[in-house]
């Protein structure tokens, strides 16, 4: 097991209260593989990322659990240990690469400097390496264009240009924070293909964070979601999308249109908003935007995650499986009833007074 993170909680201590962004979670990836993390905005995906380097901004900090990258404690590193897991071990590429690239250094540089700060490789062998990512993560012209400023590349360069600075040196793990964000559609299936074919050839294992289940479906083994900083369902990418278990993974899934089949039914959408973290609502925290709602949700603390199916776990008192049995039976009630209204209406006076 390359990672292995434990009962992990993040807070940020505001004037507001203190904000539970990452709550108890559990999870780990193994050598070589792609794990997804989907969930809405604010739902603590990207801060589970950052506690992960040790990057949590002020006043955010790790207040207790276990980040085990190969069997050692991450949040136990010294500063010098720290600043050579970073990079060297674990890489992250961030959302926005217009904001993480310095606009007034080349492209070229940064990525050299990426190299020779963690003394990975000397200045001698990083120079030329810069050229040969570049051409790997299809820059064109990589010769010319590695003397370029970020504002000379386009969004889908730049964004290949942070990929570029994550391989740099050859991390085990890679953490793609929201690699296709604000690309448009055909510059995302070019990122995605190019995602994919380095998985391929690299064997690093990569942690997604991402909205995009297409995203999701095409790189990803497994998946996990989180709500209200929590982790509510998790399994195989395959499992997950044909037999969701939790009603807010098979929301998010049905509120997204789907080429690979000629649904009729309307898209679903999500009511409400993502809960304040500093009151979070008393049971379940979905459940005040749950169709499926019942009595136990609003006051039973949140059930634990539990096996509902072979490597599949979620977070529920009402799993879909129940939910949509209930809801088969309520239509062949109601069915029941509207033929019982129709024989009613059909029937003699003298039958229906009863006398």
Not at 4 to 30: I, N
Not at 209 to 224: F, K
Not at 244 to 268: C, F, G, M, N
Request: a neutral charge; aromatic letters at 4%; hydrophobic letters at 40%.
């Amino acid at each position: 097991m390359l990672l292995q993170v434990e009962d992990l909680h993040t807070q940020f201590f505001t004037s507001r209260g203190v904000v539970r962004a990452v709550d108890g979670v559990t999870f780990h990836v193994d050598a070589g593989e792609t794990l997804g993390v989907v969930g809405e905005s604010g739902c603590g995906k990207t801060i589970t990322a950052l506690s992960i380097l040790r990057l949590i901004p002020d006043p955010g900090r790790i207040t207790s659990g276990r980040i085990l990258f190969r069997g050692r404690d991450v949040t136990k590193m010294t500063d010098e240990e720290i600043r050579d897991f970073r990079g060297n071990d674990v890489a992250m590429i961030f959302q926005d690469p217009m904001t993480s690239l310095n606009p007034v250094t080349r492209i070229g540089s940064q990525i050299e400097e990426a190299m020779t700060a963690h003394e990975r490789f000397t200045e001698t062998v990083a120079r030329p390496r810069v050229i040969e990512l570049l051409k790997r993560v299809r820059v064109p012209a990589a010769e010319s264009r590695v003397k370029d400023y970020p504002h000379q590349f386009s969004g889908g360069m730049r964004q290949r240009a942070m990929i570029a600075m994550g391989l740099s040196n050859e991390p085990d793990l890679l953490i793609a924070d929201e690699p296709t964000t604000a690309l448009d559609v055909t510059v995302q299936a070019e990122i995605i293909q190019l995602m994919k074919q380095l998985n391929r050839e690299l064997g690093a294992a990569m942690m997604l964070i991402t909205h995009n289940m297409a995203l999701v479906a095409s790189l990803c083994q497994r998946i996990i979601v989180m709500y209200a900083g929590r982790i509510v369902e998790e399994g195989p990418v395959e499992q997950i999308f044909n037999s969701p278990q939790h009603p807010y993974t098979w929301s998010l899934l049905r509120s997204v249109p789907r080429v690979d089949e000629a649904r009729k039914d309307r898209l679903v959408s999500i009511r409400g908003m993502p809960p304040d973290l500093t009151q979070p609502p008393p049971g379940c925290k979905f459940h005040p935007r749950c169709p499926f709602v019942i009595d136990k949700c609003r006051v039973d603390p949140e059930p634990r995650l539990e096996e509902v199916a072979a490597g599949q776990v979620a977070r529920c008192w009402v799993l879909m499986r129940n939910a949509r049995e209930e809801s088969v039976e309520a239509a062949k009630q109601s069915a029941l009833s509207r033929e019982a209204a129709e024989k009613l209406k059909e029937a003699p006076a003298a039958e229906v007074g009863g006398g």
